[in-house]
């Protein structure tokens, strides 16, 4: 678990702009990203045009404070020296409880060829998916995860409605991907039971499939398999114990206040 420690230094309103001068104190529509910039040579042109999008920029306890580029906010060095953005992840089930997972597609910039579980992604700093409260930020992510099923797996707003999103909890956690990648998250839990028609958008989705809680238990035995670190840190820790109650008493474990720390 050490690669996913969240041990950095507090980033705070106060201090954001002289850590990072980069980061937008206000949430704007896009940051352009040079194409030209070393960082992001020779990877796929449509994923370096979406390091552009704007990311949320966090306190630790989840306040939005800034915004800056998906660039900026998943670059290692800025994630060792504390900043923090809000993230998603969707965990979505068939009407027999077996969970879509999806395959990262190798064109990604960040953990490429790792499976995890349906979409993950982030809310943008634009009208709609922010939040500076716990109810407005689930509202966000909510509108954010349809967008981004359809987006990356072809799955319609229609299939996915917004008010059958079911909001668990947040988790922080740290994770590098390599030497100059990371992710550095609050990550809100959605869970939503839905039969859909998917068609993966390959650019985003290498290989897709859906699993019982057995099957994935054996994925995970797989050594030639990789997994994202959130994935396996949400595996770990508590998804099994939520699969369980999918269909009675998950009621227990909806809307937690409490952010867990990884």
């Known amino acids: 678990m050490g690669s996913t420690s969240t041990q950095t230094q507090t980033v705070t309103a106060d201090n954001l702009i002289r850590l990072f001068p980069e980061v ?3 949430l ?13 040579q020779g990877y796929d042109e449509e994923q370096i045009r979406l390091m ?5 920029v966090l306190d630790e306890n989840d306040v939005p404070i800034g915004s800056a ?8 060095k800025n994630i060792d020296d504390g900043l923090l953005h809000r993230a998603f992840s969707v965990f979505l089930f068939d009407s027999n409880n077996r ?18 579980n349906t979409c993950c992604s982030h809310p943008l700093g634009v009208p709609g998916e922010t939040g500076d409260n716990l109810e407005t930020a689930v509202q966000g992510v909510r509108r954010a995860a349809q967008r981004k099923l359809d987006q990356e797996l072809g799955i319609k707003a229609k299939q996915v409605p917004l008010e059958k999103f079911q909001f668990l909890t947040r988790i922080h956690y740290k994770a590098p991907s390599d030497g100059k990648w990371g992710e550095h998250e ?3 839990i959605l869970f939503i039971k839905a039969d859909v028609d998917h068609t993966p958008n390959p650019n985003e989705v290498r290989d897709s499939r859906y699993v019982s809680e057995e099957e994935l238990k054996m994925m995970f035995e797989n050594s030639s ?9 949400i ?15 998950l009621e227990e474990y909806i809307g937690e206040k409490q952010i867990r720390r990884m």
């Not at 552009?52 to 949320?56: A, K, L, P, S, W």
């Not at 969970?99 to 995890?116: N, Y």
């Not at 398999?225 to 994935?231: A, I, R, S, V, Y």
């Open 24 to 26: 937008d104190t206000h």
């Open 28 to 40: 704007v529509e896009s940051h352009r990203v040079p194409t030209n910039e070393n960082d992001l």
């Open 52 to 56: 552009e999008e704007v990311c949320i």
């Open 69 to 76: 580029s998906k660039k900026v906010c998943h670059l290692m």
């Open 99 to 116: 969970l879509l997972l999806q395959q990262r597609a190798s064109e990604k910039i960040t953990f490429p060829d790792m499976w995890t």
């Open 186 to 188: 609050i990550d809100y």
């Open 225 to 233: 398999l990789k997994f994202t670190p959130w994935f396996k840190l």
């Open 235 to 249: 595996c770990q820790s508590m998804l099994f114990e939520w699969w369980e109650h999918l269909d009675r008493g």
